[in-house]
Every structure is written in structure tokens, then in C-alpha cells.
Nanobody
Framework: QLQLVESGGGLVQPGESLRLSCTAS????????VGWFRQAPGTKYEDVAC????????YYLDSVKGRFIISRDTAKNTVYLQMRSLKPEDTGVYYC??????????????WGQGTQVTVSS
């Protein structure tokens, strides 16, 4: 069964960078839509970024445009989320899934373990 595992989170200071990885096992990510999402304590999921199966124009949450980049490395079976100029409001648990909508994932799929990103001075 094709599964995704998130990694790369950590504690950073405002303005610093992190690169998150979403690695597939049990199959290939090639041609699959993959989204990145986040959830801060006590809040709902946010749709942060998404790359479609056709690798068309990616989607970005307005608040991360110009700072985050989603990309796919087929050889490594991984989708990355490069995050720059991090802000405290970027803090949360980051998840990836085979969809662009967190509402869909919540309703029809399941969330993985996620990776914690904390931006704090």
C-alpha cells in the first residue's frame, strides 16, 4: 500500500529556513497529486501547498507565497516543501497527503504522523 512519511521539521528562529520531505513507500509518487498541510494547536488544517500529478502550476496558501516552494524528486520518490523566511505563524504540525484539500483528506482518507515545525526566537 502506498504510504507517505513526513520528515524534516524542527525548531528554528524567525527568518530561517527548513526543508520538509514527504517520502513514499510501497509505490511511486510519479504522476500523483501531493499536498502539504499544517495544523497549529487548536486550529483547523490549512492547505499550504500542492503539486498536481501533471506538475502544473502549484497551489500555495497566500500567506506562504514567495517563501515556500513545493517540488517533486521522482528519483527519490519524494515531494519537498522548501520553507524560507519562516515566521512564528508558520508553526504547526506539517502533513502531506495525496490530495490538495485537507477537507477531503479528513473526510475520506487519514493523516500520517506529520512533522513538527516550530518557529520561535
Amino acid at each position: 500500500q502506498l504510504q507517505l512519511v513526513e520528515s524534516g521539521g524542527g525548531l528554528v528562529q524567525p527568518g530561517e529556513s527548513l526543508r520538509l520531505s514527504c517520502t513514499a513507500s510501497g509505490g511511486t509518487l510519479d504522476g500523483r497529486t501531493v499536498g502539504w498541510f499544517r495544523q497549529a494547536p487548536g486550529t483547523k488544517y490549512e492547505d499550504v501547498a500542492c503539486i498536481t500529478g501533471s506538475d502544473g502550476d502549484p497551489y500555495y496558501l497566500d500567506s506562504v507565497k514567495g517563501r515556500f516552494i513545493i517540488s517533486r524528486d521522482t528519483a527519490k520518490n519524494t515531494v519537498y516543501l522548501q520553507m524560507r523566511s519562516l515566521k512564528p505563524e508558520d508553526t504547526g504540525v506539517y502533513y502531506c497527503a495525496f490530495h490538495c484539500s485537507s477537507a477531503y483528506v479528513t473526510a475520506f482518507s487519514s493523516w500520517g504522523q506529520g512533522t513538527q515545525v516550530t518557529v520561535s526566537s
